[in-house]
């Protein structure tokens, strides 16, 4: 037994858990910016601990304006945030400091995923140049759901790979996670549908009998991890949605051709950026890193695809065929980052199909290259050190703590407050908050404040459209300056 827990490959594990233990402290922040979707998640959270309904969140969804954030969000990442809260309060370190644990336990199942195609020496460089990556870094300032949802989909394809033939028990847990997985990102649907498509094609290519029994559970999984997913959020818990989904409204906005033909390009650019960091001096290694590493995953992939298929083969053109026809363009990195593992394996199978210098040690060649990548990210990486203490631009400044304490100590409890940040607004001052219009249409800003019966109009300086400051500077029938200090003015409405 002791000989077992001091094996080579559990030594390997530890030594990376401690090359891993600098991301818990790294960019762990007081402050965030003025994202609206963490103070969703975190209001969610506060009802989780508190016992409250999902429907009682201050937010006030405008189906008109959807594209601000919908009703709630599915329970998944509130549920993991509510022991925080129900420790911590709302902390922002504290929540920063879950999200940093999240990224630490991705590059722990990287470790154990990776091991299963390549050497330690290349899962070394594989998981560094993911979890150390500078845009990795930065993600870790907002509270958002991508590194949970990321570990449970490696964590559920590890267990798929590690565990083929699944007893009872395990499928009842795949399932449940599977389950969880969906209710943290919708777009985790993508697992289950690719675990149903590979089973069917094991089956099609095997022993049909034999295969059929061996695989019985995996024929069963998807649809009792949507039966999960079905009774967290909408039996254990009722998250309200938006009719026609909160971002119906993106989807009429253009051709489903012309949104591929875009998004296959956006994604393209955002995966050379993932590898091609600002770095000084060093910029001229990024402009050569980015372009062999783009060449050699797609040179990894198309060799993937001609021999036999695997699992993640299935999730990555499932979860790309979402992505290119989803017509959200302003995701940046955060998308691929859930596959971005899969991805690296495309590209150090594109590198090992490639005969370069013969005469180079194969492992020599592994550390020139990811010693390169690394050395990359050095700029980036110091000054992200240097400034990781100061305030983001967003709540915590002073002038907006400034705005929320007197709107907590001035405003009547049930008072509605129509600003450019209503999730924010309402997670700070318990307020009930609207976006302003997305129309500069005087009379339709007239009629939504009518329509919700809105009390105040909450200006920022950098926040808030022209149309919304043009319309408090011209309607002084309407409205009148309540309060005001550097960055804010509160208008109360007086008609």
């Excluded at 309540?482 to 007086?494: A, V």
Aim: hydrophobic content about 50%; aromatic content about 16%.
């Amino acid at each position: 037994m002791f000989k077992d827990i001091i094996s080579r490959k559990n030594i390997f594990i530890l030594f990376m858990a401690i090359l891993l233990l600098p991301l818990l402290f790294i960019n762990v922040k007081n402050s965030h910016d003025w994202g609206g979707d963490f103070a969703m998640y975190i209001m969610q959270a506060r009802n989780i601990v508190n016992g409250i309904s999902q429907t009682e969140i201050p937010y006030i969804y405008n189906p008109e304006n959807a594209v601000v954030g919908p009703p709630a969000y599915f329970i998944g990442f509130p549920l993991i945030l509510s022991p925080v809260y129900a420790i911590f309060g709302n902390s922002i370190y504290a929540f920063t400091l879950c999200v940093s644990v999240f990224l630490f336990l991705v590059g722990l199942i990287m470790v154990m995923y990776l091991r299963q195609y390549f050497s330690n020496l290349i899962v070394f460089f594989l998981v560094l140049i993911v979890v150390y990556n500078p845009w990795t870094i930065n993600m870790k300032m907002e509270i958002m759901s991508e590194f949970p949802f990321t570990f449970i989909l490696l964590l559920l394809v590890y267990l798929f790979n590690k565990y083929p033939n699944k007893s009872l028990w395990l499928a009842m847990i795949v399932s449940v996670l599977m389950g969880f997985l969906i209710s943290i990102r919708v777009i985790g649907i993508v697992f289950p549908i690719a675990v149903l498509l590979f089973t069917i094609y094991k089956i099609a290519t095997g022993n049909r009998k034999k295969t059929i029994s061996i695989y019985k559970y995996d024929l069963l999984i998807p649809f009792a991890s949507i039966l999960i997913f079905w009774l967290l959020n909408n039996l254990f818990f009722t998250v309200p949605q938006a009719k026609n989904g909160s971002y119906s409204d993106i989807w009429a906005n253009g051709e489903l051709f012309s949104t591929v033909l875009y998004n296959l390009g956006y994604y393209t650019e955002q995966f050379k950026y993932f590898f091609s960091p600002w770095g000084g001096d060093w910029n001229f290694l990024q402009l050569i890193l980015k372009a062999i590493i783009f060449t050699f995953t797609i040179v990894g992939m198309l060799k993937q695809f001609t021999k036999k298929l695997e699992l993640f083969d299935f999730i990555v053109v499932l979860y790309f065929g979402v992505l290119l026809t989803y017509p959200y363009h302003h995701s940046g990195i955060r998308f691929l980052f859930p596959i971005m593992p899969f991805l690296l394996i495309y590209l150090v199978k594109g590198l090992q199909s490639i005969t370069i210098y013969e005469s180079v040690n194969h492992t020599v060649k592994i550390v020139i290259m990811g010693s390169l990548v690394l050395v990359s990210y050095t700029t980036v990486l110091s000054h992200i050190l240097r400034t990781q203490n100061q305030i983001i631009v967003g709540p915590q400044e002073n002038t907006a703590i400034d705005a929320f304490k007197f709107i907590n100590e001035n405003t009547d409890a049930n008072s509605v407050i129509m600003f450019a940040k209503p999730r924010v607004l309402a997670l700070y001052t318990n307020r009930q908050s609207i976006a302003d219009n997305n129309k500069s249409n005087t009379k339709e800003t007239t009629k939504l404040i009518r329509k919700y019966d809105v009390d105040y109009i909450l200006i920022q300086n950098e926040l808030s459209r022209d149309a919304i400051k043009k319309y408090v500077g011209k309607q002084k029938n309407i409205v009148k300056v309540y309060w005001s200090n550097n960055k804010f003015k509160l208008y109360k409405i007086i008609d």
